[in-house]
């Protein structure tokens, strides 16, 4: 089956370290693993929630330590998602799991940037980078890091909301969004992926997003689905992610042929494919898979994905 041209809009960057890579940048760091080989590894990729995965992904970054590390991290994702029928894609970034662990912004956003400068050459992919925050962060550090992103004038079209959900409302992030928004960038945040349909809504009402990550929960909201088809809200759902944190019991439980039906402006994006599985061609492999979906649905998705991303007029019209 050949791969469906589309764009990827909801992927970290650091969720693309495939074990073989995180061995090979071990090696070259002096960096000494805990686990006895790649197999070993991803034999730990059993999770049973969010914050299970999040454990493991924010130790693998540990091997992220050069400039170099982040550009040849991020230009083995693009060769890859480039065999994948990816065209465009918009790519997250976690600044403050580097900051952490005394990366400077430089050699993280400067190494991610530079795989993005050439990849239209390179691979034949436009690409754009966004800045995510961490929730379970205190949002004081989290304006912090954007006032130092915009002060260097950091490559970013917008800024994102990840890690751990539940407990950490959008609206503690308020600020942030609003310096984001004057300072012309976009506004997207992960709600509703294990949070309830009240974060989907504080996401829209107080941060004002422009895009949502996951949203799946918001099937449990009829008046909530009826705004977001209304407003044609773009959502980035990631079917295997939602598979392997448990977020659904199986592919076949999952609600995206649901959401399709209910008009909402859905695409199928991978997420951290590292871990979950895949990439954005396993996702449409998967549910190809589990529901059969037909040509005109496969088309649907893949328009939704070039609608919502953030390029001009006429580098959509290339896309198309
Ligand atoms: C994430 Cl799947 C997911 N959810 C929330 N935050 C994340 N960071 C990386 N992957
Ligand atoms: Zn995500």
């Not at 970290?12 to 000494?32: M, Q, S």
């Not at 580097?98 to 991610?112: N, Y």
């Amino acid at each position: 089956m050949p791969s469906l041209p589309c764009a990827e809009l909801h992927l970290h960057i650091e969720g693309t370290l495939e074990p073989e890579l995180i061995f090979t940048l071990a090696a070259r760091n002096g960096i000494r693993l805990p686990y006895a080989d790649t197999a070993d590894l991803a034999d730990r990729y059993a999770f049973t929630d969010l914050q299970s995965f999040l454990d493991l992904y924010y130790a693998n970054m540990d091997v992220l330590r050069t400039e170099a590390d982040f550009t040849d991290m991020t230009r083995a994702y693009l060769r890859r998602t480039a065999a994948a029928g990816v065209r465009h894609a918009e790519i997250m970034m976690d600044p403050q799991a580097h900051l952490a662990r005394g990366i400077a912004l430089e050699t993280c956003v400067g190494g991610v940037a530079a795989a993005l400068s050439t990849s239209e050459a390179d691979y034949g992919i436009s690409t754009s980078l966004i800045a995510a925050f961490l929730r379970d962060r205190p949002a004081a550090e989290a304006l912090a890091v954007l006032r130092d992103l915009l002060a260097m004038e950091a490559p970013i079209i917008g800024i994102g909301l990840d890690s751990a959900e539940v407990g950490y409302p959008p609206s503690l992030f308020a600020e942030v969004y609003d310096v984001a928004r004057a300072a012309g960038l976009k506004c997207i945040a992960h709600a509703g992926e294990e949070g309830p349909p009240g974060y989907v809504r504080e996401a829209l009402d107080i941060l004002r997003v422009d895009r949502l990550d996951h949203g799946i929960r918001c099937l449990e909201d009829e008046a909530l689905v009826q705004r977001l088809v209304a407003d044609q809200v773009p959502l980035t759902v990631c079917p295997l992610s939602n598979v392997r944190l448990r977020a659904v019991a199986t592919l076949r439980d999952h609600p995206l042929p649901a959401m399709l039906a209910r008009g909402l402006n859905v695409s199928v994006n991978s997420d951290d494919p590292a871990y979950f599985g895949g990439y954005v061609d396993d996702n449409f492999s998967a549910l190809r898979q589990s529901f059969g979906l037909g040509v005109d649905d496969l088309a649907t998705l893949a328009a939704n994905s070039f609608r919502s991303a953030f390029i001009s007029g006429e580098r959509r019209a290339a896309l198309l």
